[in-house]
């Protein structure tokens, strides 16, 4: 009897399976090594996050992964560029074929909305709001409503990609009200504080901050070629093509046009081992980032090089160590130049990466030649130079560590190093730290945390030394948020506590400067600059290590994030 | 009562799980002087991934940072024993005492004055009421020694409250509160036992920076409850016996009763759950360096080894022999609890 039971479920267990329906068109399975969190195209956020709202929103330029060169998308051509005195203006005209979900075209006003939003008070925008702080207003044409002219002070080579290089929101969505509409953008500005206590702008903000615009799945949909159709939390992430896209009758030849796969798929896997066994099991059809050993391993192996491509790619991710130079201790260029001393930087390449990475000396990744400063060297690994380093800064060697005398205190050199708990590469960087530091009587305690937890401890300043990724591109030289000591107030970007007045008129300079030869100087100038002051030690810029699945054609992988065209794989059944 | 228990004599299996047991605290013992004496596991990554039996230097090979590995499992034997057997003895003994003290008093055998409740009440919220200016003007001033002035106070106005007269109208004997002792004690091991102790762990561990001692004491305030259950089911047991009632009339102190009489029938459920406690231990302070929370990188410990090995298939050292490590320590724990098990069923009058 109990054969006759087993046997029959499983008939009807192997039936069930026979009838399970095929799929139409493959998904593309993408790894995400972390969820999006949010996906309010206002807030800052993190690489997965502005990956997404990418094929969801769309900006009126954008950039061909391939050739890295700067393409009109929702604008119909590039911009006409006009300069008059110190203001510089970009005339645009939008796609007449662009339109919105609800099919209202996409219009100029949608765009003055957008920046307007950027530039508003009590909106979590304040990153976007340093950055394009250089678009002073907005021109519209009552007679083409698909015209607008961005004004912009000063002029420099980025602002061609930067001043259309912002997501372009729906204007029936994020202000249904026309709460923004009959405020021209120039009084967004310049009434900055007093809209910040008008009621009417409070509600507004409270509206656009609540949480559905951030995941809901009627909120967040823009002008782009997918929809969100399902998000579960720390899982999974689904994009479906548009069925009725206005792009598809624009496509023709225009690759930022692509949109190939009907459906994405991001698989929230943080853990490196889970996504690799998911890869393996080819569960998975990208994997970036892979850790640098069963890169290597995979790609020596037969069975996975018949089933995937790999690829390392340079990127622009720039791995560093910050050194906090707000506390007491560490406020002088001197100390800060002893712990870079106490880097071994071609050894964390060859060992944690395999080779895979760029040694740098600073901002610039070593690829852009014209920028990069080759006659300056990273500081060697030289314990010797370290000791004569600290003593010169008034540090003395006892048996307790080292001490100093701060006023009436003695102050110890005893430092904690955060990084992202979990991350094994930024464990082994800072055990391998600890190590060089404690060779020289410097006890470093460890800490790993949680990436809001740091984030936190960043903007309060409560940390010694951390070890972060900053992501960067080859379009924008403008630091001034990431190293301007406008910005070191708590909260701001500069957590280092980096600059000088030098240091900070070399950044207006250069964010300026439009003549690439004298901005090439400048940036050298601001390598040399940071290498002195030390409040980043520069290990490298990352090689993206991927897997691609051989079922995918067209791929095209670039040093630009994601790092990989999606849109542009074809997935063969 | 009266019959003799028979003597067990050990098993090959216990022998050799109480000879791995006495080698893995002997080795914790030697990591724990190596460690005072400032030794790490140190980092050559010109030597990563060297296979085992290649090299008299590194006998068990390296791992991928170029330490050696033998060294570094001596090492994690100190961090697995630190984890498993300090806060679970501590945990153990507060559960016995807390058990027993509620199977004994019960909800009205201890009773306090309300003058005391209201003292305590009163300088609890004296304390933290001025935490916070303390601290402001600590930090402001810096005024560090204002903390123990502070604190001071508070203990001498502590001292004279408790001793002073109680004034009329609460008068002791009229308004005493009995403490429910038992069903405060219940209630809390009822919510506690119902988080998973992994959970729990994962949780408590999120409050404090992570630490070795500071993972300790979490696991001493996760593993008291079941001690505390045992010992109070076996002293409400025990307090029906009649010879109980006999030392109770003849006026012996408790001290003596509970040595004499009630922890010689206790020691053998006692015992025989620190066995099993102590082998899940090591997984759970396995599993916690594994996910990578809890144990600072710095602290070598088996878990981060196999975590460590997920990575590389072609270094099965890395994952061997933490593995066998993990495994053979547990098992023997586990042995070793089964023995204390069946003693304690052998020596049961309700086996």
Redesign the interface.
């Known amino acids: 009897m109990k054969n006759y039971c087993a046997n029959s479920l499983g008939i009807i267990f192997f039936w069930l399976l026979s009838c399970t329906a095929p799929t139409q068109e493959p998904a593309i399975n993408i790894r995400l090594a972390q969820d999006p969190e949010s996906l309010h195209p206002l807030s800052p956020g993190s690489a997965p996050k502005i990956q997404i709202l990418n094929y969801l929103f769309q900006s009126l330029l954008a950039t061909e992964l391939k050739d890295k060169s700067i393409q009109p998308l929702l604008a119909a051509e590039l911009p006409l560029i006009e300069r008059k005195d110190s203001m510089s203006y970009f005339t645009f005209e939008i796609r007449p074929e662009a339109q919105w979900d609800n099919g209202s075209p996409v219009t100029a006003h949608d765009v003055a909305l957008s920046l307007k939003l950027i530039h508003s008070p009590l909106l979590d925008n304040e990153r976007w709001r340093a950055q394009f702080d250089f678009i002073k207003d907005i021109k519209l044409y009552s007679s083409h409503p698909k015209r607008l002219t961005i004004v912009c002070s000063g002029y420099s080579t980025e602002m061609k990609l930067m001043a259309g290089d912002f997501f372009v929101l729906p204007a029936y969505i994020f202000d249904p009200n026309s709460v923004l509409s009959s405020i021209p953008l120039k009084l967004v500005r310049d009434k900055f504080d007093s809209l910040a206590t008008s009621n009417t702008f409070k509600s507004y903000a409270s509206f656009i901050n609540q949480k559905a615009m951030a995941r809901d799945t009627s909120f967040v949909k823009g002008s782009g070629p997918y929809r969100l159709s399902n998000w579960k939390t720390g899982q999974i992430l689904i994009l479906d093509k548009k069925s009725n896209w206005w792009g598809n009758k624009v496509s023709k030849g225009k690759s930022v046009f692509n949109s190939k796969p009907s459906k994405i798929v991001f698989q929230v896997i943080p853990d490196n081992a889970a996504a690799l066994l998911a890869l393996k099991t080819k569960q998975l059809d990208l994997m970036d980032n892979i850790p640098v050993v069963p890169f290597i391993e995979m790609k020596k192996d037969k069975k996975y090089n018949q089933a995937f491509n790999f690829y390392s790619s340079p990127s622009y991710d720039l791995a560093f160590i910050g050194i906090n130079g707000n506390k007491s201790y560490l406020k002088d260029n001197l100390t800060r130049q002893a712990l870079a001393h106490l880097v071994n930087i071609p050894e964390l390449i060859q060992v944690l990466q395999g080779g895979f990475a760029n040694s740098t000396v600073g901002i610039v990744h070593p690829h852009e030649k014209q920028y990069y400063h080759t006659n300056l060297k990273p500081f060697p690994f030289d314990v010797k130079e370290a000791h004569r380093l600290l003593n010169k800064a008034g540090w003395k060697q006892t048996p307790a560590g080292w001490k100093r005398k701060n006023g009436r205190n003695d102050e110890t050199l005893t430092l904690s190093l955060l990084y992202r708990g979990g991350n094994s590469e930024s464990e082994n960087i800072a055990l391998l730290f600890k190590q060089n530091a404690q060779s020289l009587g410097i006890k470093i305690n460890l800490q790993a945390l949680e990436s809001s937890q740091i984030g936190e401890k960043l903007n309060n300043r409560d940390y010694d030394l951390f070890i972060r990724t900053l992501v960067g591109n080859p379009y924008s030289y403008n630091f001034i948020h990431l190293f301007h000591t406008s910005n070191t107030h708590t909260g701001g970007a500069n957590v280092t506590g980096f600059g000088t007045p030098a240091t900070d008129e070399l950044l207006e300079r250069i964010a300026k400067e439009e003549d690439p030869a004298e901005k090439a100087v400048l940036l050298k100038k601001l390598q040399e600059k940071m290498q002195e002051e030390s409040n980043l030690i520069f290990l490298y810029f990352l090689q993206n290590k991927m897997a691609i699945s051989k079922q995918i054609d067209s791929v095209v992988v670039s040093g630009i994030k994601p790092g990989y065209d999606v849109t542009r794989f074809v997935k063969k059944k | 009562m009266g019959k003799e228990i028979k003597k067990r004599t050990f098993t090959r299996g216990e022998k050799l799980s109480l000879t791995w047991f006495l080698l893995f605290s002997g080795a914790a013992l030697a990591a724990q002087a190596i460690t005072l004496f400032g030794q790490?596991p140190?980092?050559h990554?010109?030597r990563?991934f060297l296979p085992p039996f290649t090299s008299v230097a590194h006998l068990l090979g390296t791992d991928?940072?170029?330490r050696d590995l033998l060294f570094y499992l001596l090492l994690s034997c100190r961090t697995a024993w630190l984890l498993a057997i300090p806060p679970l003895s501590l945990a153990t003994l507060l559960g016995v005492v807390a058990g027993t003290s509620a199977a004994i008093l019960g909800n009205s055998g201890l009773k306090v004055s309300l003058w005391k409740i209201l003292v305590l009440l009163f300088l609890g919220f004296l304390y933290f009421y001025f935490k916070g200016a303390v601290n402001w003007a600590i930090t402001t001033y810096s005024l560090s020694y204002l903390r123990y002035g502070y604190e001071g106070v508070l203990v001498f106005l502590l001292f004279l409250l408790w001793g002073m007269k109680v004034p009329k109208g609460l008068k002791r004997g009229k308004n005493e509160v009995a403490i429910p002792i038992e069903g405060a004690l219940l209630k809390i091991i009822n919510i506690w036992s119902t988080l998973p102790k992994l959970l729990l762990l994962l949780i408590l561990s999120a409050f404090t920076?992570?630490s070795l001692y500071s993972l300790m004491g979490w696991i001493c305030v996760t593993y008291w409850v079941l001690p505390a259950r045992i010992a109070r089911a076996s002293v409400l047991q025990l307090k029906e016996e009649t010879y109980y009632e006999a030392t109770r009339a003849l006026g012996i102190p408790f001290r003596k009763v509970f040595v004499q009489f009630l922890w010689p029938s206790i020691k053998g459920p006692i015992l025989t759950n620190f066995c099993f406690a102590a082998s899940g231990l090591l997984g759970i302070g396995s599993t916690l360096a594994y996910?990578?929370?809890g144990i600072?990188?710095?602290v070598p410990s088996w878990g981060k080894l196999l975590?460590?090995a997920?990575?590389?298939?072609?270094?099965w050292w890395i994952f061997l022999f933490p593995a066998i490590t993990l495994l053979f320590s547990i098992l023997s724990l586990q042995t070793l609890g089964n023995r204390f098990s069946a003693r304690s069923t052998q020596a049961s009058v309700t086996k």
């Open positions: 790490e140190q980092a990554p010109e990563a991928h940072l170029g920076p992570f996910l990578g929370i600072p990188a710095d975590a460590n997920r990575y590389s298939y072609e270094a």
